[in-house]
């Protein structure tokens, strides 16, 4: 909590989601942190009983409750459920997906209804959950369709789910419209995908390529001497030996830094693009294992 405004730090704050905040807030209030576990596994729980419901309708009742006994036992949920940050939203947008686009005719309107608030939730909260969306829908619309899915219920279903984005991103815009309005600063986020970039190596490359001149194209070129091996020393480490983001100091620098990030990501991308995409997929099996 800050006590006004100008406490905010605005180089990194717009990688907050705010709506995250109010309902971490609210729960939190309503009965301390774990009340906020409690409505986030009740949400799972709900989500996961409609998927149940829906694709199994003449299941017992029993095999619900073995479902999630399995998901308890088995599975990351539990962890994420409890972990006071938005990813377990991540698995309820792919869920509220599925619902909306496969079995949307065997829900109540009052069901879609809170599923689509759930969805619109769910991409708010954390700007990573919208971009996995939309990279699946173009799969899974395939993938329906090849299955002889009923077009209409797809295509209406994709709708809904990009109405729920556009909800999504109205209500980012809003909030960060609204403060830049009370305070007459924007809010910013830190350089994730530099940073990531870096971490993988092909970054570093660039860097070192581009920043050989006394005409250094980057404000990043100042921590060419740092290791940037990892992510989270590139962003937060406050010594310029390791770190570089936050190593700056200056919050004008970080704002250039900032500015800087697409073009330095494009660069590099650019500049080896098998490099790029070989680290990318080799992080992707290291999440998925």
Not at 140 to 149: D, H, Q, R, T
Request: glycine share 8%; aromatic share 12%.
């Amino acid at each position: 909590p800050v006590s006004d405004d100008d406490q905010i730090d605005v180089t990194i704050m717009g990688a907050r989601s705010p709506w995250f905040g109010f309902f971490f807030f609210v729960t939190e209030h309503m009965g301390g942190i774990w009340a906020t576990a409690a409505a986030q596994a009740l949400i799972c729980a709900w989500i996961v009983y409609l998927l149940w419901r829906a694709a199994a309708p003449g299941a017992p009742e029993w095999s619900y409750l073995a479902l999630m006994a399995g998901l308890t036992a088995g599975s990351t949920l539990p962890f994420f459920t409890t972990f006071i940050m938005p990813d377990v939203f991540a698995g309820v947008a792919a869920v509220g997906f599925v619902l909306l686009t496969v079995f949307r005719d065997r829900l109540g309107w009052l069901e879609k209804a809170g599923v689509f608030g759930v969805l619109a939730f769910a991409y708010v909260v954390h700007t990573s959950h919208m971009l996995t969306a939309i990279a699946a829908v173009i799969p899974a619309v395939i993938v329906l369709l090849l299955l002889k899915a009923p077009r209409c219920q797809v295509f209406t279903g994709v709708a809904l789910c990009i109405a729920a984005m556009a909800v999504s991103v109205l209500a980012a815009k809003a909030y960060d419209k609204a403060f830049e309005m009370r305070t007459g600063h924007a809010l910013h986020r830190p350089p994730f995908l530099m940073a990531r970039v870096l971490a993988d190596g092909p970054g570093r490359d660039y860097l070192h390529k581009v920043c050989k001149g006394p005409d250094n194209p980057y404000v990043l070129c100042r921590s060419i001497n740092a290791p940037l091996t990892k992510s989270d020393d590139i962003l937060w480490e406050e010594s310029a030996k390791l770190g570089a983001f936050n190593a700056l100091k200056s919050p004008d620098l970080q704002l250039r830094m900032e500015a800087e990030e697409w073009a330095f990501v494009k660069g590099t991308v650019l500049n080896d693009p098998w490099g790029q995409f070989t680290a990318s997929m080799g992080n992707w099996i290291d999440q998925f294992t």
